[in-house]
């Protein structure tokens, strides 16, 4: 006589976690019905290619590059010689020769080819339609300029080793036609740097970190 109230007492339990899964059903699906994100995890598609290999061109040692008006600048550290390749042809244009070893980045704005050394710490100024020199070698010491960049109206290094600033490195502004130059230190020190007409980018090269620096023309004032 005692099977009966036990018999309900695990019908009703039964019951309840029935109730339960319906519910954590429920909830999964997103309650409503409309479409919830499901919990299923959905093949991913297989990625497509980015791109096809489509020539190689053999270059010194190259260390650096730059594109300008559809040509490709290919610099060589080891021999100082700046390879040149049509941008959509693939040819091998006539190089630019007579630096020396050591270049360490190259750079296009303001209507020119900068190039940076920092064996002998200069930096370089070329007409890309000419390739002839633009002035003469710029003397960028004290420090060895290692990273370049070029905005609308200023050349910036990544300065290292004896730069005379805390920290030993640093980003140097350099105006085309102007008598000062500027330094700001970089903590961390410098790898690479980037610049816009709004900010400037600077990868540390003893800091897992990337560090920004809002409008350089404010930040480093006027140079002129």
Do not use: C, Y
């Not at 980003?171 to 816009?196: F, N, Y």
């Amino acid at each position: 006589m005692a099977r009966g109230p036990r018999r309900g007492l695990l019908a009703g339990v039964g019951a309840l976690i029935l109730a339960g899964v319906v519910v954590a059903v429920v909830l999964a699906s997103g309650g409503d019905g409309g479409g919830g994100a499901s919990t299923t995890p959905t093949a991913t598609a297989a990625s497509e290619p980015a791109g096809t290999v489509v020539r190689t061109v053999r270059a010194d040692r190259p260390n650096s590059l730059t594109i300008h008006d559809g040509v490709v600048w290919v610099t060589s550290s080891r021999t100082g010689t700046v390879t040149r390749i049509g941008a959509r042809s693939g040819r091998r244009l006539v190089p630019l020769t007579g630096l020396e070893p050591g270049i360490s980045s190259i750079a296009s704005g303001i209507g020119s080819i900068w190039i940076a050394n920092q064996k002998n710490r200069t930096l370089f100024r070329f007409d890309p339609g000419t390739r002839e020199p633009i002035g003469g070698p710029i003397d960028v010491s004290p420090g060895q300029p290692f990273s370049l960049d070029v905005s609308s109206d200023a050349v910036w290094l990544g300065m290292r080793s004896g730069v005379g600033v805390p920290g030993g490195s640093a980003v140097r502004e350099i105006r085309p036609g102007a008598t000062k130059r500027r330094d700001h230190p970089v903590e961390g020190g410098v790898q690479s740097l980037a610049v816009d007409e709004e900010t400037l980018w600077v990868t540390n090269r003893r800091r897992a970190r990337v560090t920004r620096f809002e409008d350089p023309r404010v930040l480093l004032g006027d140079a002129r």
